[in-house]
């Protein structure tokens, strides 16, 4: 599976989106994105994952640039119970594990 | 449905002695998974379970640990001869297996070796 690259830490104000980019330059055709969250002393949650087209759900938004290089989280509206962890992974389809990387610390401020 | 249930989710042992932690992934989720994460370090993979198949494991499950799913249902993580670097969160998530779907995960069971 294809090696991500996050930024370790980013703050982010109350109400406001928050962008969480994420770099894998080597992904390959088969390989999805997956973004999960890990909220302090509990396991990972699912967010999101897309393979070349933007997704939405009620969490958040996935844009893929068109080279899928690179991807971005999005939280439309960040509450304070959205900081957490944000782990960005790319695994290919029927993969049998995730990766975990270090993940990017969001802390959403006041 | 109750999602995934660890159990204990807090132990504290001796080094030395054998510890035994008990996943219950969602009901009708044919792969389960078991990951170990040290403080401030992302999850880390240990093994996985196609029903009662183990199929992969990770050079860090040492001979000391050892993992069981009879009958594709729950699943054991053991640990035996404790050290005190096996202290970490230990994570179970389980899957239905179909292609690019999603993995869910329990809270986890802290183990702290003393």
């Known amino acids: 599976d294809a090696k991500t690259t996050q930024p370790p830490s980013m703050d982010c104000a109350e109400g406001r989106a928050a962008n969480l980019p994420c770099n894998h330059s080597?992904?390959?055709?088969?390989?999805?994105v997956y973004w999960y969250r890990q909220i302090h002393s509990q396991g990972p949650q699912y967010i999101i994952h897309?393979?070349?087209n933007n997704e939405t759900n009620e969490m958040a938004s996935l844009i893929i640039t068109e080279d899928r290089k690179s991807s971005t989280l999005i939280l439309p509206h960040a509450t304070l119970r959205d900081t957490a962890v944000y782990y960005c992974?790319?695994?290919?389809?029927?993969?049998?594990?995730?990766?975990f990387g270090g993940g990017t610390r969001v802390l959403v401020k006041p | 449905d109750t999602g995934v249930s660890q159990d204990p989710r807090h132990k504290i042992t001796k080094r030395g002695q054998n510890v035994t932690f008990r996943c219950d992934p969602i009901?009708?989720?044919?792969?389960l998974y078991w990951y170990r994460q040290t403080l401030g370090q992302g999850p880390e993979f240990l093994t996985y379970?196609?029903?009662?198949?183990?199929?992969?494991k990770s050079r860090l499950l040492s001979d000391r640990f050892s993992a069981e799913r009879p009958k594709g249902s729950f699943s054991t993580l053991e640990i035996q001869r404790t050290e005190q670097g096996d202290s970490a969160m230990y994570l179970c998530?389980?899957?239905?297996?179909?292609?690019?779907?999603?993995?869910?995960f329990g809270q986890g069971t802290r183990l702290t070796v003393v």
């Open positions: 998530a389980s899957s239905d297996g179909r292609g690019n779907t999603e993995a869910f």
């Open positions: 080597t992904i390959s055709g088969n390989e999805y």
């Open positions: 897309g393979l070349k």
């Open positions: 992974i790319v695994m290919r389809a029927a993969g049998n594990k995730l990766t």
């Open positions: 009901s009708e989720h044919n792969r």
């Open positions: 379970f196609q029903n009662e198949a183990q199929l992969e």
